[in-house]
C-alpha cells in the first residue's frame, strides 16, 4: 500500500512557464514533507522541505505547498529553467517509534523542460 | 563539505552470489540509511543506524541482507545469496538528526544480479 503518492509519471513545460508537481499522502502520523531531484546515475538530491505547522515554504524559484486536510502537497518551479529538467519525488517522515525519520518515497515525476 | 561516499558505483555478479557495498557519511552526522531503489520506483528504506544502533530494520530481508556500521560512521550492506530481484541501485543517506531533518544521499552502487 502506497503511502505517498505522485500520480503523473511525467510533466513537460515550456521554458519559463510555471512547472506543478503534485504528491498525495495517506498517513495522517506524516509530519515533515520533502522534495528531492534526481539526475540520471546520481543520488537524489535535496530540494526543499516543509513541516506540518506551515503550510507554504519558499527557496527562490521553488515553493511547496502543503494542504493537510487534503493530504496533499506541490511543488511550484517558476520560472522553470531547462536545467530543471530531472525525476521530482515527493518524501514524507513522521510516526512514531523506530520509523520516525524514515523517509517514505513516492514514484516520482520525470520533468521536462523544453526551450 | 564532502557528501556522502559510495562504493562500488556498479557491480554485476551471478544469482547466488554475494556483493557487499560500503558507506562513508557525511562527517558529523549520525543518522545513516540504506535505500533500495527498484528501476521506475521511489527508493524504500532498508535499515536505519543511529550512531552505530540499529533503530529499524524492519523492511530488511534478514535471511539474505546484513548491514553494519561499526564505529558509528561507516556501513556497510551486504547481500549473500542474491537473487535476480535484487538488482537495483543501493542508495546509502545519513542526516544530522532523525526527526525533521533532510537526508543527503550518495551517489548509489547499481547492483545488476543476472
Known amino acids: 500500500d502506497q503511502q505517498v503518492k505522485q500520480n503523473s509519471p511525467s510533466l513537460s513545460v515550456q521554458e519559463g512557464r510555471i512547472s506543478i508537481l503534485n504528491c498525495d499522502y495517506t498517513?495522517?502520523?506524516?509530519?515533515?514533507f520533502l522534495w528531492y531531484k534526481k539526475y540520471p546515475a546520481e543520488g537524489p538530491t535535496f530540494l526543499i522541505s516543509i513541516s506540518s505547522i506551515k503550510d507554504k515554504n519558499e527557496d527562490g524559484r521553488f515553493t511547496v505547498f502543503l494542504n493537510k486536510s487534503a493530504k496533499h502537497l506541490s511543488l511550484h518551479i517558476v520560472p522553470s529553467q531547462p536545467g530543471d529538467s530531472a525525476v521530482y519525488f515527493c518524501a514524507a517522515s513522521g510516526g512514531y517509534g523506530g520509523s520516525q525519520g524514515n523517509l517514505i518515497f513516492g514514484k516520482g515525476t520525470k520533468l521536462s523542460v523544453k526551450p | 563539505e564532502a557528501g556522502v561516499a559510495q562504493s562500488p558505483r556498479y557491480k554485476i555478479i551471478e544469482k547466488r552470489q554475494s556483493v557487499a557495498f560500503w558507506c562513508n557519511p557525511i562527517?558529523?552526522?549520525?543518522?545513516l540509511y540504506w535505500y533500495q531503489q527498484i528501476l521506475g520506483q521511489g527508493p524504500k528504506l532498508l535499515i536505519q543506524?543511529?550512531?552505530?544502533?540499529?533503530?529499524?530494520d524492519s523492511q530488511l530481508p534478514k535471511d539474505r541482507f546484513s548491514a553494519e556500521r561499526l564505529k558509528g560512521v561507516d556501513s556497510t550492506l551486504k547481500i549473500q545469496p542474491a537473487k535476480l530481484e535484487d538488482s537495483a541501485v543501493y542508495l546509502c543517506?545519513?542526516?544530522?538528526?532523525?526527526?525533521?531533518?533532510?537526508?543527503?544521499f550518495g551517489q548509489g552502487t547499481r547492483l545488476t544480479v543476472v
Open positions: 543517506a545519513s542526516s544530522l538528526g532523525r526527526l525533521n531533518t533532510e537526508a543527503f
Open positions: 562527517s558529523g552526522h549520525a543518522t
Open positions: 543506524f543511529q550512531n552505530n544502533g540499529v533503530v529499524d
Open positions: 498517513n495522517s502520523m506524516f509530519d515533515y
